[in-house]
Each structure stands twice: as C-alpha cells, then as structure tokens.
T-cell receptor, first 113, second 113 residues
Framework: GENVEQHPSTLSVQEGDSAVIKCTYS??????FPWYKQELGKRPQLIID?????GEKKDQRIAVTLNKTAKHFSLHITETQPEDSAVYFC????????????FGAGTILRVKS | EAQVTQNPRYLITVTGKKLTVTCSQN?????MSWYRQDPGLGLRQIYY???????DKGDVPEGYKVSRKEKRNFPLILESPSPNQTSLYFC????????????FGPGTRLTVT
C-alpha cells in the first residue's frame, strides 16, 4: 500500500522567511495530494491540494509543487507570519482501497517573531 | 452551517469498559472515516465507509468497530478498550472517497487507564 514520508518533523523560521516542507510517496498510481493545517487544539483543515495532471498550484502565500517522476511533492509558504505556526500534514490518495488518503507524520512549523 | 460533530469531546475510561464515540455530518456526504492521531505517527485511518451499510478496514482497525446505518452517522465502537487506544480521534467526511476535501470533526481525546 501507499506510504508517505514527510520532512522535516519540526521547522523553525523567522517571521517573513520562507518555509518548505517535503513529502515523498511510494505508490506511482497516486494522483491526489492535499495539505492540511492543524492549529493547536483544532481540527485539521485543507489548505491546498494538487492533482497529478498539474505540476504546481499557488494560493496567495502558499504553493505546492509535484514531481511525479521522483514521487515527491512540497509545500512552500512565503513571507511567513506567526499565524502560520501549526502542524502541517501532507497526504496522498491512490487507486486502491477506495482511494484511501494516507497521511504523512506531520511537520511542526514555528514562526518566530 | 455545514459541519461534522463528534461526542464526547473528552473521555476518560477504564480498560474493558465498552464505549461509543458518535460522529454526525450534515453535508450529505457519502464517504466517512475515522482516524487516530498519535505524536510522530500522523493521522492513521481506522475504518472508512463509502455509503450506508458499506464499511471497510483502514490501516489500524484492530480493537475497533463501526457501523453505518444512516448516511449522516458513523459511530466508532470500542468493545473492550485498552491503554494503547489512548489517542486523539477524528471523524471526517467528504463528498466521495479520499480524493476530495476531508471535513474533520473537532476530535475526541480518549484516555484509557
């Protein structure tokens, strides 16, 4: 089945700097890659997603890139702000098991002001 | 308001005492699932349901049961809880399968002593 690895596990950046979180997946048939943000004590919420027919997608300060050949995808946050501090999860959805979503272990992002 | 609700939000129980965590959604979603969140392990799927009376195992189903008698409800049952089931549990629903945005409930913090 699908396996998703996420790095780094923790990331500290200065306010205004950029942050990059990377994920690799194992199932070459996976074709949907969402990113979820979980603030402290809250539920995970979708912030951006990308499907395999697209190489990059942007939404204001966040962007996701996908390299299907290398089987990895990344989340880029520019001009980080304190409210970006949270746990970020990547995920991949493949063809088996009802298109099950498999999550990475998460990245704790701390934005220092 | 579109939402996923879970009850209870917090539960402390003893080993072996059967419990049920309820989950309900008002978005007419077909796909529902249960996840557990543990530090360093991300979100792992316990069970999922693609429609009424259709359920299947996720990655960590041992010790759990589910049922889907109505489209809106997807309860999680622990017949004989054990301390290794101490975790944060999230119910989620989506329009269809893992290839769509997952709407998470607020979470249930379970402690089994």
């Amino acid at each position: 089945g699908e396996n998703v690895e996420q790095h780094p596990s923790t990331l500290s950046v200065q306010e205004g700097d950029s942050a990059v979180i990377k994920c690799t997946y194992s199932d070459s048939a996976s074709n949907y890659f969402p990113w979820y943000k979980q603030e402290l004590g809250k539920r995970p919420q979708l912030i951006i997603d990308i499907r395999s027919n697209v190489g990059e997608k942007k939404d204001q300060r966040i962007a996701v890139t996908l390299n299907k050949t290398a089987k990895h995808f990344s989340l880029h946050i520019t001009e980080t702000q304190p409210e970006d501090s949270a746990v970020y999860f990547c995920a991949a959805s493949g063809m088996e098991y009802g298109n099950k979503l498999v999550f990475g272990a998460g990245t704790i992002l701390r934005v220092k002001s | 308001e579109a939402q996923v609700t879970q009850n209870p939000r917090y539960l402390i129980t003893v080993t072996g005492k059967k419990l049920t965590v309820t989950c309900s959604q008002n978005m007419n979603h077909e796909y529902m699932s249960w996840y557990r969140q543990d530090p360093g392990l991300g979100l792992r799927q316990i069970y999922y349901s693609m429609n009424v009376e259709v359920t299947d195992k996720g990655d960590v189903p041992e010790g759990y049961k589910v049922s889907r008698k109505e489209k809106r409800n997807f309860p999680l049952i622990l017949e004989s809880p054990s301390p290794n089931q101490t975790s944060l549990y999230f119910c989620a629903s989506s329009y269809g399968t893992g290839k769509y945005e997952q709407y998470f409930g607020p979470g249930t913090r379970l402690t089994v002593t």
